[in-house]
């Protein structure tokens, strides 16, 4: 087991609502990306964050932002959510910025359904 | 998009033998690495490659890359029923993300 930690392991919200998925990085970890993967599918980069700002972003629209803290916590933030936003959401944090040369270790998920 | 595509998609074994997942990808990369996933749950990191090494082994698995072919094999040995999982190769290419396959299910059957 890694030292990430997500919350809440499940969440279930209506379509056009928000959410906002946690998640607490590695002792020693400065970078946390954030990915989400659909049923039967390998998971999809989101964004990353370093030293609390937003250090790359895959495709992904505006209503899908973050944050990170000065504990290298972070937070994914959801608005106007849709059905294909229905997904296991999976933190990983690594111990370089900037370039990404070291391994991930990714958290347990928050599984997302949305209705 | 994906990068990485795995072959088989899905792959049913017995017990002791020998299981070998395949993964292509389109762009260069700095290095790529293979992960384990139960049950739709967290990704656990099995071993990473980079683009200037040809093999490379960590216990019961073996990882081989074929940069000219942009191709990877990953070897479980002897598996055991615990083995059972997806597994998922991912690049690395400098930017910023790891760029994940669909990945290979494996039954290993006790």
């Known amino acids: 087991e890694t030292g990430v930690t997500q919350s809440p392991t499940h969440l279930i919200k209506t379509r056009g609502q928000q959410v906002t998925l946690r998640c607490s990085s590695q002792?020693?970890?400065?970078?946390v990306s954030w990915y989400q993967q659909a049923l039967g599918q390998g998971p999809q980069f989101i964004f990353q964050?370093?030293?609390?700002?937003?250090?790359g972003r895959g495709n992904f629209p505006p209503r899908f932002s973050g944050l990170q803290f000065p504990n290298y916590s972070s937070e994914l933030n959801v608005n106007a959510l849709e059905l294909d936003d229905s997904a296991l959401y999976l933190c990983?944090?690594?111990?370089?910025?900037?370039?990404?040369?070291?391994?991930?270790?990714f958290g347990p998920g928050t599984r997302l359904l949305v209705l | 998009s994906q990068q990485g595509e795995e072959d088989p998609q899905a792959l049913s074994i017995q017990e002791g033998e020998n299981a070998t997942m395949n993964c292509s990808y389109k762009?260069?990369?700095?290095?790529l690495q293979w992960y384990r996933q139960n049950s739709g749950r967290g990704l656990v990191h099995l071993i990473l490659?980079?683009?200037?090494?040809r093999e490379k082994h960590s216990g019961r698995l073996r990882v081989t890359l074929d940069t000219s072919k942009k191709s990877s094999s990953l070897l479980i040995t002897a598996s055991r029923a615990a083995d059972t999982a997806s597994y998922f190769c991912?690049?690395?290419?400098?930017?910023?993300?790891?760029?994940f396959g669909s990945g290979t299910r494996l039954q290993v059957q006790p």
């Open positions: 990983a944090s690594s111990p370089q910025g900037g370039t990404l040369r070291a391994t991930q270790y």
């Open positions: 002792s020693g970890h400065n970078t």
């Open positions: 964050y370093y030293r609390e700002e937003e250090n």
């Open positions: 762009t260069s990369i700095n290095n």
């Open positions: 490659i980079r683009s200037n090494e």
């Open positions: 991912a690049t690395d290419t400098g930017r910023r993300a790891l760029t």
